[in-house]
C-alpha cells in the first residue's frame, strides 16, 4: 500500500493556558494541504517493524512517530503481525507544518486497513493522541478548530479552492520546546470559529500567532520575508505552527529569492 501524507497549516495560533502536566492549551484552526506530499510505503510482514526513512535525517528509528504509531495500535488493538514501512520525505522537517504526525496518521489508517482491525474514526483518533497533539487531526483530515493541547477538534467549514497556498522554509528551525518558553499565555483575542465567515482580508487585522514575536525576535530575516510577501500582494501571511516555516494565502504563488536569507 502506498500512502501521500499530507501537511497543514495553523490558520492563527493562540496559547491559552499553561496545564498542570507540562504543555499548554491551545486554540487553532488546523487546515490540510494537498502538497508537499510525503510518500510511505507499508506493507505486513510476519513479525517485526522494519521500517527506514530516506531525504531526512530522522534520528533514533525506535522513536519515530511512525514507529510509534504502529506499536500503538497494535498495544491497543493486541493483533499480532509486524510491518514493513519505506517513508520518502518531502515536507519539510521542523516547520510546523505536522509531516512527522501526518505520517503517524497514514500509518494507523494503513494499519487498520491492512490488519482489517474495522476501527472507525474516533477510535483511531483516541489512539493517535497518544501518540502526538496534532496526529488526531489528520486521520480525518478536514479542516477543523483545536483546543486542548491540538486533540480536541470541531470540524469547521473552511473553503480556500479559490486560493493558493505558498510554502517558505527558511534553512533553520526553531524547537517546539524553546518555542513553548518564549510565549506567555493568555485568552485568544479572537475566536477562531468565525473564521470561514471573516474574508480573508481582513484576517491579518485579527489573526495572529503567539509564535511569531520569539521567533521573528530570534530571526528577523523571517520578519522580513513576510513583509516582503505582503508587499507582493499575499492576502494573507502567517508563521504556521511553531514555526519555522510561513505561508501566504492569495490569488497567485509567492516567494522569496533564494538567496533571502543568506544562510
Not at 486560493?163 to 528551525?173: E, G, M, T
Not at 514575536?213 to 523571517?222: M, R
Amino acid at each position: 500500500m502506498i500512502l501521500h501524507p499530507n501537511p497543514k497549516i495553523n490558520i492563527g495560533l493562540f496559547v491559552v493556558a499553561e496545564r498542570a502536566d507540562g504543555f499548554h492549551d491551545i486554540e487553532t484552526v488546523f487546515f490540510p494541504l494537498t502538497e508537499p506530499t510525503d510518500t510511505l510505503e507499508i506493507e505486513p510482514i510476519e513479525n517485526g517493524i522494519d521500517f527506514a526513512v530516506t531525504n531526512a535525517d530522522i534520528g533514533c528509528a525506535d522513536s519515530n512517530l511512525c514507529v510509534r504509531a504502529f506499536r500503538a495500535l497494535q498495544e491497543a488493538c493486541g493483533f499480532t503481525g509486524g510491518v514493513r514501512m519505506r517513508l520518502t520525505k518531502h515536507i519539510p522537517v521542523g516547520a510546523g507544518l505536522g509531516g512527522g504526525s501526518s505520517d503517524a496518521a497514514a500509518v494507523l489508517n494503513a494499519t487498520n486497513s491492512i490488519y482489517g482491525l474495522n476501527l472507525n474514526n474516533e477510535e483511531l483518533k483516541k489512539i493517535a493522541a497518544v501518540i502526538g497533539s496534532d496526529v488526531p487531526f489528520f486521520i480525518d483530515n478536514r479542516a477543523a478548530f483545536a483546543t486542548g493541547k491540538g486533540e480536541k477538534l470541531i470540524p469547521i467549514d473552511l473553503d480556500l479552492s479559490g486560493k493558493r497556498v505558498s510554502l517558505i522554509k527558511p534553512p533553520f528551525s526553531m524547537s517546539t520546546a524553546e518555542a513553548y518558553k518564549a510565549i506567555e499565555s493568555k485568552p485568544a483575542p479572537f475566536d477562531l470559529r468565525k473564521l470561514p465567515q471573516l474574508p480573508i482580508s481582513e484576517w491579518k487585522h485579527l489573526i495572529t500567532n503567539d509564535f511569531e514575536k520569539p521567533l521573528f525576535e530570534k530571526f528577523p530575516l523571517l520578519a522580513a520575508a513576510k513583509e516582503q510577501l505582503y508587499a507582493a500582494g499575499a492576502d494573507f501571511v502567517l508563521l504556521s505552527g511553531s514555526g519555522s516555516s510561513v505561508y501566504a494565502i492569495g490569488d497567485n504563488y509567492y516567494g522569496i529569492p533564494s538567496d533571502f536569507f543568506g544562510c
